[in-house]
């Protein structure tokens, strides 16, 4: 009468704490998912997952599909390994890319300290404050940084072989891309891309040109910190973060057509562009401009005519005129926009090179990558200094000696 089991018999046991929590948030995040997915999110009024299952042998495109990407990228970071030794290496001898010489600084903890732990680039006061510590002259100081920040850019050696891998990388996804979509009328009309939207079969060529595309972009976001890091490190952060999201969406909804388009532009110019930097890094200058004043034309006409006023166009405008907006159809062109406005920043730098070369015939130097210094360089801005402080030392009658040695130089 006091309990609901028998005398004798063992109470029901109660599953722990533990488990309770991980039972709960199980269901929280199942909730979760079933509200980030909901059909009239992601489709236009009437149509929903229902209309992207297989039948009649016709296949389509799933969000588990995407998992393939991961062992893809993982595949591309032992492929670029690979290449970069048996290929990267012996084409770099052929054209003939020489390494600079670069003079090591002595060891010195607290300059080393300093670089480390404050600034690269000390200023003045912070100069003269280490002259008290160290014992060395203003110049020494100013060297001491110098070729430290020489030892930590990256070799022209390495700036080829990323350049190298990237090159065949994208010369042979535009190839790929290109037969893919030449037989397709959404690459003529496109227009075309929404026929029939979302119930849009899914071909194998399709598949595969995804699936490779996105593993390289995933691939790049890996490898990112290793990679030669240049001025522009956190808008190309962002265009690869926009790009896999953009394709990984793109998928799951069934965008399929205009993401191969998307794809194919992007492929069109930026071969051009790794192409000119090899030469660059080998010292084929007029190569290199010659080639970089193509690339900068095909990017222009690409990026900023045709991706705008005909593909942006097809996915923000017409879309409208068949379906009523939604939030797919909102987030899918904002990131598009979100390309759009990396396309501008990269264009302004481009034109400005452009200029720079057919106005003063100078060689084309990549705006983003920081400049080698040299001792004479230093050497000569110091001289100038000394000319002008010279009359005024003089007048004092005074002329200012420096008997200071270093003692790590």
Request: a negative charge.
């Given at each position: 009468m006091f309990g609901t089991w028998q005398s004798g018999a063992s109470p029901p046991r109660?599953?722990?704490p533990a488990l309770l929590v991980e039972e709960r948030r199980g269901n929280m995040l199942q909730?979760?998912?079933?509200?980030?997915?909901q059909e009239r999110l992601w489709f236009p009024k009437g149509l929903g997952w229902a209309d992207l299952e297989d039948r009649d042998g016709r296949i389509y495109a799933k969000g588990q599909d995407l998992w393939v990407v991961l062992p893809i990228a993982l595949a591309f970071l032992i492929i670029r390994q690979i290449f970069e030794r048996t290929v990267a290496l012996p084409l770099a001898s052929l054209l003939g890319v020489k390494e600079t010489v670069r003079l090591q600084?002595?060891?010195n903890p607290t300059l080393e300290s300093f670089y480390?732990?404050?600034?690269?680039?000390?200023a003045q006061s912070s100069v003269v404050s280490l002259c008290k510590q160290t014992g060395c002259s203003e110049r020494q100081i100013q060297r001491w940084f110098r070729r430290r920040r020489n030892q930590d850019r990256p070799s022209v050696l390495k700036k080829f072989k990323e350049a190298s891998w990237r090159f065949t990388f994208y010369l042979i996804a535009f190839i790929a891309g290109l037969a893919t979509l030449i037989d397709k009328p959404w690459l003529y009309d496109l227009?075309?891309?929404?026929e029939g939207f979302p119930v849009l079969t899914l071909l194998s060529s399709q598949y595969w040109y995804y699936m490779i595309e996105l593993g390289f972009y995933v691939a790049l976001l890996f490898s990112v910190a290793s990679d030669v890091k240049r001025k522009d490190f956190n808008e190309q952060i962002v265009h690869h973060l926009a790009a896999i999201v953009l394709l990984s969406f793109s998928w799951c909804v069934n965008y399929i057509r205009a993401g191969t388009l998307v794809m194919l532009l992007h492929d069109s110019s930026d071969y051009f562009l790794e192409s000119a930097k090899m030469f660059n890094y080998a010292g084929w200058r007029s190569t290199c401009n010659c080639i970089f004043i193509i690339f900068a034309a095909i990017f222009i006409v690409t990026r900023l005519v045709i991706f705008p006023f005909k593909i942006l166009y097809c996915t923000w405008v017409y879309p409208v005129t068949i379906y009523e907006p939604f939030f797919g159809y909102y987030f899918f062109n904002g990131l598009m926009f979100v390309l759009q406005l990396l396309h501008i920043f990269w264009a302004v730098l481009i034109i400005r090179m452009a200029v720079r070369f057919l106005t003063n015939n100078e060689k084309i130097d990549d705006?983003?990558?920081d400049?080698?210094?040299t001792d004479e360089s230093e050497e000569e801005e110091e001289d100038g200094k000394k000319k002008q402080q010279k009359n005024g030392a003089?007048?004092?009658?005074?002329?200012a000696y420096n008997n200071n040695h270093c003692k790590s130089e």
């Open positions: 109660l599953p722990p909730e979760l998912s079933n509200w980030f997915w600084v002595s060891p480390c732990n404050h600034s690269k680039n000390p227009k075309e891309m929404w705006e983003r990558s400049k080698e210094e003089v007048q004092n009658g005074h002329v």
